[in-house]
């Protein structure tokens, strides 16, 4: 587990010992009882929600931005001549593609670990991000991307008539 998960957990957590009654009007209810309870437990449950729906907000975001950072790497790379200049953008974005999958790693580890967390805690996964539905889509969008399926086969189907066929060799 990730620190930051890790010192939020300990944050949020209050163990207390209560009378908890379950039943106001039964005086002599046999649930009735001290019990050790986290009183925390509502904010901790909320604090990992919001931190695992940021997570899953800002981590594509960071892989965009990982897999800009490597190809900027990987140009710098082509273009590496030997001289000053080529050598310092090297090194630069290969730095800046480090920092940039060493946070998209971090980014990971923490969704993770907050989302094991959160099980732990209520017995239950959650996740922010919600597949829509093919049904909910509304109409004219519906025919749009008909269109557009079509528009994208006849590419194919063009594409694939201009190829040239290739013939297998006989074999003698």
């Not at 005086?27 to 997570?55: A, C, M, P, S, Y």
């Not at 907000?57 to 892989?63: A, D, G, S, V, Y």
Request: aromatic share 10%; glycine share 2%; net charge negative.
């Amino acid at each position: 587990m990730s620190q930051f998960i890790q010192s939020l957990i300990d944050n949020y957590t209050h163990t207390e010992e209560l009378y908890i009654t379950k039943n106001n009007l039964d005086r002599f209810e046999t649930n009735d009882g001290w019990q050790i309870v986290n009183t925390l437990n509502f904010h901790l449950e909320r604090k990992l929600k919001r931190e695992i729906q940021d997570l899953e907000f800002w981590l594509p975001r960071q892989e965009s931005r990982e897999a800009t950072a490597k190809t900027n790497c990987q140009s710098a790379h082509a273009a590496y001549r030997g001289d000053e200049i080529s050598t310092t953008n090297y090194k630069s974005r290969a730095a800046f593609y480090r920092a940039q999958k060493f946070a998209t790693q971090l980014m990971r580890t923490d969704l993770a670990a907050a989302q094991s967390a959160y099980k732990e805690l209520t017995g239950a996964s959650y996740t922010s991000i919600e597949q829509q539905p093919v049904e909910d889509i509304p109409e004219d969008v519906r025919v749009m991307m008909e269109e557009m399926a079509s528009l994208m086969m006849d590419e194919w189907e063009q594409k694939a008539a201009n190829e040239p066929e290739v013939k297998a060799k006989k074999k003698a």
